[in-house]
């Protein structure tokens, strides 16, 4: 499983857009770019997925060169409640299959402040 | 949004004793894993389960750990003899074939 590095921490205001970039040099062909985010005592949460290029949803996009060494949650007007730790894991597409277990790093703590 | 349950959200055990932690998963889903975090680490991985078996454990899963689906609904794990180094939130998660993992929000085990 490919190695992922990300800062352990970020400081961002209320309103603001954040940019958290996770490097995977070794990333593999087979490998997605998952990110998850979670609030003290709870479960991590998934926030996006992607493969390659841009994804976006509701809730914030992911940037993915073409390399794909390195990807970059974007996470648009934060608020207070988007404090958290946010992990990004790379691992193989078969997530849900025998080689599906998750690999998780200390993560990005990311603190929103009014 | 279904979600996966845990119960329950506490458990406070002797050391020594057995201890259940249960899991309803979300409906359809297919595969089954557990994963714990010590106070101010990382989430680790437990173990995966898919077809009523074992798919894939880490070192952490050892004899004294085991794993059940004993319906179509609950996931349970359990700690034999439980230790001091037990304690730890215990995260149970589901997925579909090929799909992220959702996870729920954890049973806090204190063991005394």
Same mark, same amino acid.
């Given at each position: 499983? $490919?190695?992922?590095?990300?800062?352990?921490?970020?400081?961002?205001?209320?309103?603001?857009?954040?940019?958290?970039?996770?490097?995977?040099?070794?990333?593999?062909?087979?490998?997605?770019?998952?990110?998850?985010?979670?609030?003290?005592?709870?479960?991590?949460?998934?926030?996006?997925?992607?493969?390659?290029?841009?994804?976006?949803?509701?809730? $914030?996009?992911?940037?993915?060169?073409?390399?794909?060494?390195?990807?970059?949650?974007?996470?648009?007007?934060?608020?207070?409640?988007?404090?958290?730790?946010?992990?990004?894991?790379?691992?193989?597409?078969?997530?849900?299959?025998?080689?599906?277990?998750?690999?998780?790093?200390?993560?990005?703590?990311?603190?929103?402040?009014? | 949004?279904?979600?996966?349950?845990?119960?329950?959200?506490?458990?406070?055990?002797?050391?020594?004793?057995?201890?259940?932690?249960?899991?309803?998963?979300?409906?359809?889903?297919?595969?089954?894993?557990?994963?714990?975090?010590?106070?101010?680490?990382?989430?680790?991985?437990?173990?995966?389960?898919?077809?009523?078996?074992?798919?894939?454990?880490?070192?952490?899963?050892?004899?004294?750990?085991?794993?059940?689906?004993?319906?179509?609904?609950?996931?349970?794990?359990?700690?034999?003899?439980?230790?001091?180094?037990?304690? $730890?939130?215990?995260?149970? $998660?589901?997925?579909?074939?090929?799909?992220?993992?959702?996870?729920?929000?954890?049973?806090?085990?204190?063991?005394?």
């Amino acid at each position: 499983l $490919a190695k992922t590095t990300q800062p352990i921490s970020m400081d961002s205001y209320e309103g603001q857009e954040v940019n958290i970039t996770c490097s995977h040099n070794n990333i593999a062909t087979n490998d997605y770019i998952t990110w998850y985010q979670q609030f003290p005592s709870q479960g991590p949460r998934f926030i996006i997925q992607g493969y390659k290029t841009k994804v976006t949803n509701e809730v $914030a996009s992911l940037f993915i060169p073409a390399d794909r060494k390195s990807s970059t949650l974007s996470l648009p007007r934060v608020s207070l409640s988007d404090t958290a730790v946010y992990y990004c894991l790379v691992g193989d597409v078969g997530y849900g299959g025998s080689q599906g277990n998750l690999i998780f790093g200390k993560g990005t703590k990311l603190s929103v402040k009014p | 949004e279904p979600e996966v349950t845990q119960t329950p959200s506490h458990q406070v055990t002797q050391m020594g004793q057995e201890v259940i932690l249960r899991c309803v998963p979300i409906s359809n889903h297919l595969y089954f894993y557990w994963y714990r975090q010590i106070l101010g680490q990382k989430v680790e991985f437990l173990v995966s389960f898919y077809n009523n078996e074992i798919s894939e454990k880490s070192e952490i899963f050892d004899d004294q750990f085991s794993v059940e689906r004993p319906d179509g609904s609950n996931f349970t794990l359990k700690i034999r003899s439980t230790k001091l180094e037990d304690s $730890a939130m215990y995260f149970c $998660a589901s997925s579909l074939q090929d799909q992220p993992q959702h996870f729920g929000d954890g049973t806090r085990l204190s063991i005394l």
